[in-house]
């Protein structure tokens, strides 16, 4: 989309000052490959230095989050790009109007969590993926396990690439890596939110406790369950620099508390 009335440059592109310009929730290809496109040409060709972030989250808790998300009738859903074409007809839609902008509104877990071409399966990878190297998806092009192996170690790279990442579950320490990383004071401090205090909370505890369920999530996010650990021994790494240390257990600590909330 392009501003008739161009706003003052901003220092930060995001939804929340430009809108979704480079389409709902764009791939970090996606990304590079618009973002500064958009901005020569609302304000012209100028020397500009991009910062790339991202948050990093622990799959099972994201993708409970995108589930409930969907089902209260919002939706991830957006047409996506590689090489210049639409990747509709290489990842078929979960329901009927998907690439259109229908909802998904009241889909049960069980439903959600069964369609196997569902993009909330391994979304964090994708969206750092190179999606070049593995033909945008078309699953006729290369074997699975191939195509796995190039989208985790691409993904990888994109992600030690970025300027900086954050971690959901570490957010305290995220904003001290930021400040370090940027030599900038942030306006407040960062607080951690508690698992009890998350819409979410109900359904983590309970797919924490069933360990077959708990299974078939990490089994359909393989792939991010593999970036997540790799993300959070980069994170590891640069925290200890300042004399961070991290608390590894935290989360599943929290999961476990959550016990005392819901007998």
Known sequence: SSLSIP?????LASEKTYG???GVHPFLQEMYNCLPNYLTKLYGHKSRIYHYLTVIRHPVMRYVSEYLHVKRGATWASKHYCNGRSMDNYIP???????????????????????????ANNRQTFMLADLDKVYCLNSTAMIVEERERILLETAKESLKRLSFFAVS??????????????????????????????HSS?????????????????????????LY??????FNNRAKLFNMTLDLQKLENQIYNLKFHHE
């Open 20 to 22: 979704w310009v480079c």
């Open 229 to 234: 650990q790799y993300a959070l021994n980069l």
């Open 7 to 11: 706003l003052p440059e901003m220092w």
């Open 202 to 226: 109900s359904l983590l505890y309970e797919i924490w406790t069933n360990t077959t369920l708990f299974n078939t999530i990490v089994s359909n996010n393989k792939l991010d369950m593999q």
């Open 93 to 119: 839609p979960c329901y009927n109007g998907y690439y259109n902008g229908v909802v998904w509104k009241n889909v049960s877990f069980k439903e959600f969590l069964s369609c196997s071409s569902n993009w």
């Open 169 to 198: 579950e570490y957010m305290v320490e995220s904003g001290m890596l930021f400040e370090h990383r940027f030599n900038v004071k942030l306006g407040g401090p960062i607080k951690q939110k508690q698992l009890q205090h998350l």
